[in-house]
């Protein structure tokens, strides 16, 4: 009977120890799968932040070319005495439209400069035009304190009026004049903004520099 009684203890524990280790075993391969998704997840993150960077350099790279191409094209547009000349409405309605939300425009020579922080005749000078009409889009606003600053006058709102075009309102043009030391000067400034702006807008505007010494350009439509 005491034999019998020891097989049945020693079967007991074999048991215990079976199951034990089962445990252990399931247990173990639980954590490695911990690991392994943990693992899978990480590469998963770098792959997609790599995808990303990547997409990003790509965009970043396209528009540096279709940038560089535009200014090829219009150097040699000006060489073959092309005139930039559009009418208010397409100004307003497609390069400024396009421009604030981010479409792509076949050609577009209307370069970007920080307009109210530069002197006219520094701006003049840096863009020689024989017109004598410059067309920048700009983000900055009249008189605003710039980091560099180049203007010892300020800019004058004469005047503001709604801007349609093919029978709806697409903006308002404003008719600024540059003062320095008390008087007016011959710079001028019509600024074209979009009116309703669109929600996505990155808030450009469109501003038209030119001597009204040398041009006749009138701002009444």
Same mark, same amino acid.
């Given at each position: 009977?005491?034999?019998?009684?020891?097989?049945?203890?020693?079967?007991?524990?074999?048991?215990?120890?079976?199951?034990?280790?089962?445990?252990?075993?399931?247990?173990?391969?639980?954590?490695?799968?911990?690991?392994?998704?943990?693992?899978?997840?990480?590469?998963?993150?770098?792959?997609?932040?790599?995808?990303?960077?990547?997409?990003?350099?790509?965009?970043?790279?396209?528009?540096?070319?279709?940038?560089?191409?535009?200014?090829?094209?219009? +150097?040699?547009?000006? %060489?073959?005495?092309?005139?930039?000349?559009?009418? #208010?409405? $397409?100004?307003?309605? *497609?390069? !400024?439209?396009?421009?604030?939300?981010?479409?792509?425009?076949?050609?577009?020579?209307?370069?970007?400069?920080?307009?109210?922080?530069?002197?006219?005749?520094?701006?003049?000078?840096?863009?020689?035009?024989?017109?004598?009409?410059?067309?920048?889009?700009?983000?900055?606003?009249?008189?605003?304190?710039?980091?560099?600053?180049?203007?010892?006058?300020?800019?004058?709102?004469?005047?503001?009026?709604?801007?349609?075009?093919?029978?709806?309102?697409?903006?308002? +043009?404003?008719?600024? %004049?540059?003062?320095?030391?008390?008087?007016?000067? #011959?710079? $001028?400034?019509?600024? *074209?903004? !979009?009116?309703?702006?669109?929600?996505?807008?990155?808030?450009?505007?469109?501003?038209?520099?030119?001597?009204?010494?040398?041009?006749?350009?009138?701002?009444?439509?």
């Amino acid at each position: 009977m005491v034999k019998i009684a020891k097989n049945k203890s020693s079967i007991s524990r074999e048991k215990k120890n079976g199951k034990s280790t089962a445990v252990t075993d399931k247990k173990g391969k639980e954590k490695k799968k911990q690991e392994y998704e943990v693992l899978y997840n990480r590469l998963k993150e770098e792959h997609e932040k790599n995808h990303r960077e990547w997409v990003l350099k790509e965009m970043v790279y396209q528009e540096r070319l279709k940038k560089i191409q535009n200014e090829k094209l219009t +150097k040699r547009f000006v %060489e073959l005495g092309y005139v930039f000349s559009p009418t #208010e409405g $397409k100004l307003v309605d *497609y390069y !400024l439209r396009n421009k604030n939300l981010c479409n792509p425009m076949d050609l577009c020579p209307i370069e970007e400069v920080d307009v109210y922080a530069n002197h006219p005749q520094t701006l003049a000078e840096k863009h020689p035009n024989e017109a004598q009409v410059w067309y920048f889009f700009t983000r900055s606003r009249p008189n605003e304190v710039q980091e560099v600053h180049d203007v010892r006058g300020q800019w004058v709102t004469c005047d503001k009026i709604d801007l349609f075009y093919q029978g709806e309102k697409v903006g308002v +043009k404003l008719l600024l %004049e540059y003062c320095e030391g008390g008087h007016k000067s #011959e710079y $001028k400034i019509i600024e *074209y903004q !979009l009116d309703p702006a669109p929600e996505s807008s990155e808030n450009w505007f469109i501003c038209k520099l030119y001597n009204g010494g040398c041009v006749d350009v009138h701002f009444q439509p």
